[in-house]
């Protein structure tokens, strides 16, 4: 199958003032391995280290704007892919947490965050301000008790929500008249909850809602709030005498209820007929690891995920057995802990396990698609891109290995590398983006080679030619680097030959980290292959966490991620950049027919950057309050707004000595300099991140700047100075 691409000039750039996305986890390839044997699992770690505030997670939930909020039992924790955010229980504050316990997670459509606490009742978080709100009275009494222990809350798909008490049964509160129902327990009547004490809730497909209760699991009708108790059914199927405490409920894609008690698991079929037990059997292969099961996760995959009181189960519906997975303390990247007591998948797939004592865990299940075939290749180990077309193919760039296509149904990979002698083939081993288009077609960006089209359906060199488009760059953001490397202000690494043998961390392998962490150690006499480790250490929390573990030795990251390690309590310092500083960052781009038929709008754009940017230097306080108004949802949590402000503001002036003129040697916003590019351009051939050499002029244009500069700066400065923000 032939692939065509288009020479181009390729680098990749990481910049993010504050960070709303999430961090690119680190992968490795596993074999696969015959049955009975488990895959391997790889897990990645999120606790104390990273400035987790608990070990126990009791409940994970991810909000609309993709944020990951965990609670534990001192406090709510909010993680955007890089840094953890604390709130806590503040005695006198108005708008903080009702209570440090916090049993129970949920997201509205709206933004809101549902927090069900153990002695504090319920509130929710106003994303626009950030403050924790009690429900309020519903016919001048609360829907829940402020001192109520909640257990679990749900939302249905009418948007009400369902809250489960400790002792005060179930409460359905309609969350936009304020309507409340009251579900509670009578004794001499069987249509009523077995019991008062309610555990877990879950929506069935029909409508009708599954409570697990202390004494069983019940069957609620909303419309007509008639109750079926069917908890003596599952307590025979267990061989229970008596009750059984249902803690977790699920209804799987197929309609089959699963119901995790403190006596084993179990599942009632589609038709309500037959229940099926499964127990926990001392040294039995394939058997539950405990009959305690605390959570139930069905995945996007429909694997059945189990979290017991003695690790991780994942059911294999074929061989009607489980595969389990422990905390092993030789194995870094085994669980963490043994109890699992939450489970979630996120927007992305990621499955994310809340542990009793040893804070989060997340898995990729995309790891297990890989195959055992691209194991052989060590260099090709690190996975930069994934893309997945719709006939079941996920297509798997790395750096190095080249391309892989992997069949789901089979496990079957084919793989796709570059070939000197053929025009056709991949154009660079090192895949750093992947894309499938709405027409099925596949686009793969490389390092050193641009862009390359591969449409699985049409294989004539004629419809495979990529339609190449001029692509210049209109203005420079960034004047200069915001990469270097780094370490820790009290280490003994002073200079790069100090290196030879240690590990340094990058945010991910398709980071310009990279790039620079070998160019640099090559240009002091080491070997980047043999004589340093590059590994992924993430962003924010994750990479000071690494550095105090002695995980790595030095980061080869950027300012503002080197500002949120200083905020996290680790000091760093630059190693020598002289050779790297006057490199230009980020861009604005466009194609060269949009720069010719639309330049009124193109100057427009570019001008209200410049002026932004003058804005911030002069300004930074007010730029971050600004955005914290303007995107209300990334205003820390768990810390007041003149610390949030503080912190904030000194990332953002990690970023600043970039956005300034002087040291780039130029006069102009947006102006790139020539002399600048060039030695950028001679550094990447130097160091073999490019093959050919590239003219400056077929990258940069200055063509507009002219234009873009009409405009008062020193006024735009002096007006951004005088600025006082105010709501």
Request: charged share 25%; glycine share 10%.
């Amino acid at each position: 199958m032939p692939v065509t691409g288009t020479a181009g000039f390729a680098h990749s750039r990481v910049s993010n003032v504050v960070s709303l996305t999430t961090a690119i986890v680190a992968l490795w390839l596993s074999c696969i391995r015959a049955a009975p044997t488990a895959q391997p699992m790889h897990f990645m770690h999120l606790g104390a280290d990273a400035g987790l505030a608990q070990g126990g997670v009791m409940a994970i939930v991810q909000d609309r704007w993709g944020f990951l909020w965990l609670g534990t039992e001192d406090g709510l924790d909010r993680y955007d892919g890089y840094t953890l955010q604390h709130a806590i229980r503040q005695r006198g504050v108005a708008g903080s947490l009702p209570n440090n316990w916090v049993a129970a997670l949920a997201s509205d459509a709206s933004g809101r965050l549902w927090i069900g606490t153990d002695g504090g009742g319920v509130a929710w978080r106003d994303p626009m301000t950030g403050r924790f709100v009690p429900l309020r009275p519903a016919a001048g009494q609360p829907s829940v008790s402020s001192e109520e222990k909640v257990r679990a809350l749900h939302l249905d798909h009418d948007g009400h929500l369902w809250i489960a008490t400790r002792t005060a049964g179930l409460v359905e509160l309609d969350v936009a008249s304020g309507r409340v129902r009251r579900f509670k327990h009578t004794e001499a009547d069987s249509a009523t909850l077995s019991d008062d004490g309610i555990f877990a809730i879950a929506e069935g497909r029909n409508g009708a809602l599954w409570v697990g209760t202390q004494r069983g699991l019940d069957r609620l009708d909303p419309a007509s709030g008639q109750v079926a108790r069917l908890g003596s059914r599952v307590g025979a199927a267990l061989g229970v005498t008596g009750s059984v405490q249902v803690n977790a409920v699920l209804e799987d894609q197929q309609g089959g209820l699963w119901v995790g008690t403190d006596a084993g698991l179990a599942k009632v079929e589609a038709a309500g007929e037959r229940i099926r037990a499964y127990r926990s059997k001392r040294d039995a292969s394939g058997s539950l690891p405990s009959d305690r099961i605390q959570a139930l996760l069905e995945d996007d995959a429909r694997r059945l995920w189990i979290g017991t009181a003695a690790g991780l189960a994942l059911f294999d519906r074929h061989a009607d057995r489980f595969d389990t997975y422990r905390h092993e303390a030789a194995d870094p990247a085994s669980l963490p802990d043994d109890y699992v007591i939450s489970l979630y998948a996120d927007r992305t797939g990621l499955l994310w396990i809340g542990t009793k004592t040893k804070g989060v865990a997340k898995w990729n299940p995309r790891s297990w698609s890989f195959g055992h075939q691209l194991g052989a290749d060590p260099e090709g180990t690190a996975i930069t891109a994934f893309a997945e077309d719709g006939k079941g193919t996920l297509w798997l760039g790395t750096f190095g290995a080249g391309l892989s296509a992997i069949d789901r149904r089979t496990g079957t990979a084919r793989p796709y590398r570059h070939q000197p002698t053929d025009a056709h083939s991949l154009p660079d081993d090192r895949v750093m983006a992947s894309l499938v288009d709405h027409y099925g077609t596949l686009w793969v960006g490389t390092m050193t080679a641009g862009l390359a089209r591969l449409d699985p359906d049409r294989l004539s060199p004629d419809a495979q030619r990529v339609l190449e488009r001029s692509v210049a760059q209109l203005e420079t953001a960034y004047q200069t680097s915001s990469y270097g490397i780094a370490v820790p202000v009290d280490s003994p690494i002073q200079k790069f030959t100090d290196l030879k043998g240690k590990t340094i961390g990058v945010t991910n392998m398709s980071s310009a980290g990279v790039i620079i962490a070998r160019a640099q150690v090559a240009a002091a006499g080491l070997n980047p292959d043999t004589d340093i480790t590059i590994v992924v250490a993430g962003e924010g929390a994750q990479p000071a966490a690494m550095l105090r573990g002695k995980q790595v030795d030095a980061l080869s990251q950027f300012d503002t991620q080197y500002a949120l390690i200083d905020n996290a309590g680790i000091k760093m310092r630059y190693l020598d950049r002289k050779n790297i500083e006057k490199q230009p960052a980020n861009a604005l781009l466009a194609l060269e027919e949009t720069i010719a038929t639309r330049k009124k709008d193109l100057i427009g754009l570019a001008r209200a950057y410049a002026k932004a940017t003058i804005f911030t230097i002069s300004n930074p306080e007010a730029a971050v309050r600004i955005v914290y108004e303007i995107f209300p949802q990334t205003k820390p949590t768990g810390k007041d707004e003149a610390t949030a402000v503080r912190d904030d503001v000194k990332v953002l002036e990690a970023r600043l000595p970039h956005f300034k003129l002087e040291p780039a040697g130029v006069k102009r916003w947006g102006e790139s300099s020539d002399t600048n590019y060039k030695d950028y351009i001679e550094f990447m051939l130097k160091w073999n991140v490019i093959k050919q050499k590239v003219e400056t002029g077929d990258l940069i244009t200055n063509e507009l700047i002219d234009e873009i500069n009409k405009f008062d700066a020193a006024k735009v400065a002096a007006d951004a100075k005088a600025y006082k923000y105010s709501r």
